[in-house]
């Protein structure tokens, strides 16, 4: 049974900072595309970062030179350092492992984590 856990949500001021990780079972991160989204009240689900299996990365425009996705395979854990945090951030922040193996693929997503920017 595949499982993704995230951590590190909360109440932060704007400005501040927070890094969220993301624990995967089940499954070997090392051969996944993996990802963070976010959804906020009222809207869609939208791409934040995503991080290659070559640690390639890819950013949202909103937060390009604010958050930074990296990788540890042999904790089988992503993480996202959000830094000069706005209250446009406050979302639920969505964890994604993407397995590609052409034509399919294969999505396994988090229960997700708070993230609230408010003083």
């Known amino acids: 049974q595949v499982q993704l856990v995230e951590s590190g949500g909360g109440l932060v001021q704007p400005g501040g900072s927070l890094r969220l990780s993301c624990t995967a079972s089940?499954?070997?991160?090392?051969?996944?595309?993996m990802g963070w989204y976010r959804q906020a009240p009222g809207k869609q689900r939208e791409l934040v970062a995503t991080?290659?299996?070559?640690?390639?990365?890819n950013y949202a425009d909103s937060v390009k030179g604010r958050f930074a996705i990296s990788r540890d395979n042999a904790k089988n854990t992503v993480f996202l350092q959000m830094n000069s945090l706005k209250p446009e951030d406050t979302a639920v922040y969505y964890c994604?492992?993407?397995?590609?193996?052409?034509?399919?693929?294969?999505?396994?997503w988090g229960q997700g984590t708070q993230v609230t920017v408010s003083s």
């Open positions: 994604n492992a993407r397995y590609i193996q052409y034509p399919s693929v294969r999505d396994y």
């Open positions: 089940g499954i070997s991160i090392n051969i996944y595309y």
């Open positions: 991080i290659t299996n070559g640690d390639g990365t």
